[in-house]
């Protein structure tokens, strides 16, 4: 059975830095595409960034993070990160990974990013 594991998260002011990892395990990683998503509360969850599968040639963000946060992948460690610079109080959730789009359906516990003075 799949399981996500999302980590990094915490408490930081606005216009700092957090690093998110999300490892995988009971699949065979190399072979998806994958997807950062979050959720605040009161609001649906939403797809932050995607990543493609094998190599990871291929990026996509929403408009509201392009230019602030990276995704990227290490196939050997069975993990995709999420690097994200200059944050706002806007994006306040909690992040989860998944493929996409998300197909499994046991998501992780996910990991609270908090952007507040």
């Known amino acids: 059975q799949v399981q996500l594991v999302e980590s990094g998260g915490g408490l930081v002011q606005p216009g700092g830095s957090l690093r998110l990892s999300c490892a995988v395990s009971?699949?065979?990683?190399?072979?998806?595409?994958m997807g950062w998503y979050r959720q605040a509360p009161g609001k649906e969850r939403e797809l932050v960034a995607s990543?493609?599968?094998?190599?990871?040639?291929?990026?996509d963000y929403r408009d509201s993070v392009k230019g602030r946060f990276t995704i990227s992948r290490d196939n050997a460690k069975n993990t995709v990160y999420l690097q994200m610079n200059s944050l706002k109080p806007e994006d306040t959730a909690v992040y989860y990974c998944?493929?996409?789009?998300?197909?499994?359906?046991?998501w992780g516990q996910g990991t609270q990013v908090t952007v507040s003075s």
């Open positions: 998944n493929t996409n789009p998300p197909w499994w359906t046991n």
């Open positions: 009971g699949t065979i990683f190399s072979r998806y595409a």
């Open positions: 990543i493609s599968a094998g190599g990871g040639d291929f990026t």
